[in-house]
């Protein structure tokens, strides 16, 4: 039922590009099978590095969604893209020309957006000099352009954003999008994240936080959330898009329904650049706040998709901070880390793991954190530990947390 008024929003579509799949029909069922997809970095010779593996997204053709001419004018995070809302809008079957287009949207963010453009146009920059700069590089990389694009081929006319918020991007952005639809300002919204920065760059600025694992014997062990002998997280690239329309405009049309979006909460920690609240203030309140949002008690929830680095601090944190909101009440709760599979997506991530958020709750199944092997005294939940469980939950929780102490948990609920 609505709260107090508001509009209800609905999921009706799902689209993706990860390290285990290029559709999320692929992605959902590698994710349900247990199946890693970290290996040896091959997009540039790594030797230089000390983490030398990564999810990357493999066997991916931007022909298949982009015209020839038009493919060197976008990044790759572009790319990924387009390829996930319009697998989201095939899934979803709208036929946006029966669709009022100043009633539909497109939310879409990234962490770091067109990152391998900036480098391939600073090298010309410094062989050729700048008259052979491209005059596509600026519209190639912004963030923005996602969205742009995506906008321009369904003809969607309504609000078009985006949002960069490190490892929070995804959530924010569907969350931001599901408050546009329920204030009324659209019908209809494409939202998620895209990302793509597998570059030495990238990874040499990540392996000097010394944020990252370096099991690179092992790249499919190497995710191990919540797992005592956890070393860091794995980067990975891709995107995830969902289609968010209001239940009266899905109901309209006969659209299939996933799962209803009920609450978003996001908080700052305001505590450190790269480090998580110890308290795991920031984070506890985020879920609170999601959990107010959607007029839901803590007892209802029967899962999270947790952000789940696999990072010492994050996965200590996260773990207290369920232990803060839901009492005892967090030791019946499932919990388990897409990341455990995909590494982790950065400003995709939250897009990616509410899909699986979402179809956990309408297929009745909880993907599981894999490579969970020795437990650790400070991580002590349930996290569906290396094999996925039948089980019907009615709401569900799918955080996302950003360096800068930036927060975001969204709230599904099963439909009816």
Same mark, same amino acid.
């Given at each position: 039922m609505a709260v107090e008024g508001k509009r209800r929003v609905v999921v009706t579509g799902v689209g993706a590009v990860t390290p285990v799949g290029n559709t999320a029909a692929e992605f959902w069922a590698a994710v349900c099978e247990g199946r890693s997809g970290i290996g040896p970095i091959t997009r540039f010779d790594p030797t230089r590095l000390d983490a030398r593996i990564a999810g990357e997204v493999k066997g991916f053709d931007p022909l298949r969604y982009v015209e020839k001419k038009e493919v060197k004018k976008m990044d790759r995070f572009i790319h990924y893209a387009l390829a996930a809302g319009v697998d989201a809008v095939e899934d979803t079957k709208i036929d946006f020309s029966q669709v009022d287009p100043a009633r539909a949207g497109c939310?879409?963010?990234?962490?770091?957006? &067109?990152?391998?453009?900036?480098?391939q146009w600073h090298d010309v920059l410094k062989e050729k000099g700048p &008259?052979?700069?491209?005059?596509f590089f600026v519209p190639s990389?912004?963030?923005?352009?996602?969205?742009?694009?995506?906008?321009?081929?369904y003809k969607l006319k309504g609000p078009n954003s985006a949002v960069i918020t490190a490892c929070a991007t995804g959530n924010h952005a569907i969350g931001d999008a599901f408050k546009i639809i329920q204030r009324g300002d659209a019908d209809v919204m494409l939202a998620g994240g895209s990302e793509a920065i597998i570059t030495e760059l990238c990874i040499g600025g990540f392996s000097t936080m010394k944020a990252l694992s370096t099991r690179n014997d092992e790249p499919r062990r190497a995710s191990r959330p919540f797992d005592a002998q956890r070393d860091g997280f794995v980067v990975g690239e891709g995107a995830g898009v969902i289609v968010l329309?209001?239940?009266?405009?899905? %109901? %309209? %049309?006969?659209? %299939?329904?996933?799962?209803?979006?009920?609450g978003y909460g996001m908080t700052a920690d305001a505590y450190h650049m790269t480090a998580p609240d110890p308290e795991g203030d920031g984070a506890t309140r985020a879920m609170a706040a999601a959990l107010r949002d959607g007029g839901v008690e803590p007892g209802a929830v029967g899962y999270i998709n947790a952000h789940g680095t696999s990072t010492p601090y994050n996965?200590?944190?996260?773990? =207290?901070?369920?232990?803060?909101?839901? &009492?005892?009440?967090a030791q019946r709760l499932a919990v388990s880390s897409t990341k455990s599979m995909i590494g982790h997506l950065l400003g995709a991530a939250g897009g990616a793991e509410a899909i699986v958020t979402v179809l956990a709750l309408y297929h009745g199944t909880l993907p599981p954190t894999i490579n969970y092997e020795v437990p650790d005294p400070e991580c002590d939940l349930d996290y569906v530990p290396n094999e996925a469980r039948?089980?019907?939950?009615?709401?569900? =929780?799918s955080n996302g947390f950003g360096f800068g102490g930036t927060n975001a948990t969204l709230a599904f609920r099963r439909f009816p």
């Open positions: 939310l879409i963010g990234s962490g770091i957006g &067109g990152i391998e453009s900036i480098l &008259g052979r700069i491209s005059p990389l912004i963030v923005n352009m996602a969205s742009g694009h995506l906008s321009m081929r329309e209001s239940l009266e405009h899905a %109901r %309209r %049309r006969g659209g %299939r329904i996933y799962a209803e979006i009920i996965d200590k944190t996260e773990t =207290l901070s369920i232990k803060r909101v839901f &009492g005892e009440h039948k089980t019907q939950v009615d709401v569900a =929780l």
